[in-house]
């Protein structure tokens, strides 16, 4: 089943409508798709108001498009692993890394996030991804593989950064890793660019779950 679980939307630093989304999710033959717009710390972050305009033109499209239509977001990873929740019911809830720092924070961030909202969140965004490289601690990427098995946080595969890299992925190899897809679109060009994502987890995730399986 082909999806796309990371779409930005005019609601934080998209350009495409709800509209023209779900139109174009449908041209390429998804069935499940998820706005997941940033959250309250993002300059253009998604507010409490804008969630239910947003959740309305959802459902519209979901009546006219007949696809599947997740209503997410995608939180940063503050400096204490916190995450900006506004008061919503999400269907899915990413966290991921937006800044650069030193590759013991950056580790540090992920990991008290897992720990502190294992609970909460359902995927980790676009892991060691080039435009935030921060270093690599390969002794640090198992604890946070541990740490994905064991808080049941799924693994996102990001067609845009092309996140994780390759030997991450080998890593996870052998583990039943949840995982999820997404295409990280901020416009209406890239939605359901996920051909990579599906193609790395048939070559690195075999006793994977895939996350729509599980959630």
Same mark, same amino acid.
């Given at each position: 089943m082909?999806?796309?679980?990371?779409?930005?939307?005019? #609601?934080?630093?998209?350009?495409?409508?709800?509209?023209?989304?779900?139109k174009?999710?449908?041209?390429? $033959?998804?069935k499940?798709?998820?706005?997941v717009?940033?959250s309250?710390?993002?300059?253009?972050?998604?507010? /409490?108001d804008?969630l239910?305009?947003?959740?309305?033109?959802?459902e519209?499209?979901?009546?006219? #498009?007949g696809?599947?239509?997740?209503?997410?977001?995608e939180? $940063?990873?503050?400096p204490d692993?916190?995450?900006?929740?506004?008061?919503f019911?999400?269907?899915?809830?990413i966290?991921s890394?937006?800044?650069?720092?030193?590759?013991e924070? #950056?580790y540090y961030?992920?990991?008290?996030?897992?720990?502190k909202?294992?609970d909460?969140?359902h &995927?980790?965004g676009?892991?060691h991804? /080039?435009?935030?490289?921060?270093?690599?601690d390969f002794?640090?990427? &198992?604890?946070?593989?541990?740490?994905?098995?064991?808080y049941?946080?799924a693994?996102?595969i990001?067609?845009?950064?092309?996140?994780?890299?390759?030997?991450f992925?080998?890593?996870?190899?052998?583990?039943?890793?949840? #995982?999820?897809?997404?295409?990280?679109?901020?416009?209406?060009d890239?939605?359901?660019?996920?051909?990579?994502?599906?193609?790395?987890?048939?070559?690195?995730?075999?006793?994977?779950?895939?996350?729509?399986?599980?959630?």
């Amino acid at each position: 089943m082909k999806v796309d679980l990371h779409i930005h939307s005019i #609601y934080s630093d998209g350009t495409a409508t709800i509209d023209q989304i779900a139109k174009r999710a449908k041209e390429r $033959g998804l069935k499940v798709i998820a706005i997941v717009d940033h959250s309250l710390e993002h300059r253009k972050g998604i507010t /409490e108001d804008k969630l239910k305009r947003r959740q309305m033109e959802i459902e519209r499209a979901k009546d006219v #498009y007949g696809i599947e239509i997740l209503s997410g977001i995608e939180c $940063g990873i503050l400096p204490d692993g916190e995450i900006a929740l506004p008061n919503f019911e999400f269907d899915i809830v990413i966290a991921s890394i937006h800044d650069i720092m030193r590759t013991e924070e #950056y580790y540090y961030r992920i990991k008290e996030c897992l720990k502190k909202n294992g609970d909460r969140i359902h &995927v980790l965004g676009h892991l060691h991804s /080039e435009m935030f490289n921060c270093g690599r601690d390969f002794t640090q990427d &198992v604890e946070i593989i541990d740490l994905l098995l064991e808080y049941d946080v799924a693994l996102e595969i990001n067609s845009l950064h092309r996140a994780p890299p390759i030997d991450f992925l080998d890593m996870c190899s052998n583990k039943p890793v949840k #995982y999820s897809i997404g295409s990280d679109a901020h416009s209406v060009d890239r939605v359901g660019d996920v051909d990579w994502c599906f193609e790395m987890a048939r070559r690195f995730l075999k006793k994977g779950k895939f996350i729509l399986n599980h959630i």
